[in-house]
């Protein structure tokens, strides 16, 4: 039952982030939105978001070759947009765009 109720709200905030990045995408236009690492790292959330349920619901995962588990820890940086928000100390800022930029452009 659990389980059920887990995959239903990721396929929720999904639809949610998935909005919030086009509404951004429109308002901001396209040179505008990828200029900003942090609207980079929201996309890439989502795209990774959308495959790694993709990819569940086909049952695909033995076709992939990585590990489907690394997509579901890459949703784990939805974290991050919080953090965003929150304006938290300068190390953890410092690490969070160290992370943005190790990932590949």
């Known amino acids: 039952y659990l389980e059920e109720v887990l995959k239903y709200c990721n396929y929720v905030f999904t639809c949610i982030f998935i909005v919030e990045a086009l509404l951004k995408l429109v308002a901001f236009g ?6 900003d690492r942090w609207n980079q790292l929201d996309l890439s959330i989502v795209a990774l978001s959308i495959m790694g349920i ?8 033995a076709a992939l070759p990585i590990n489907p588990t690394i ?3 890459m949703r784990v940086l939805r974290i991050a947009r919080v953090l965003k928000l929150l304006k938290m100390a300068t190390g953890m800022r410092a690490l969070l765009d160290t992370v943005m930029q190790a990932l590949p452009q």
Request: hydrophobic share 45%.
């Open 71 to 73: 997509i579901r820890i």
């Open 54 to 61: 993709t990819l569940e619901e086909l049952k695909m995962n």
């Open 30 to 35: 396209l040179h505008r939105f990828f200029k």
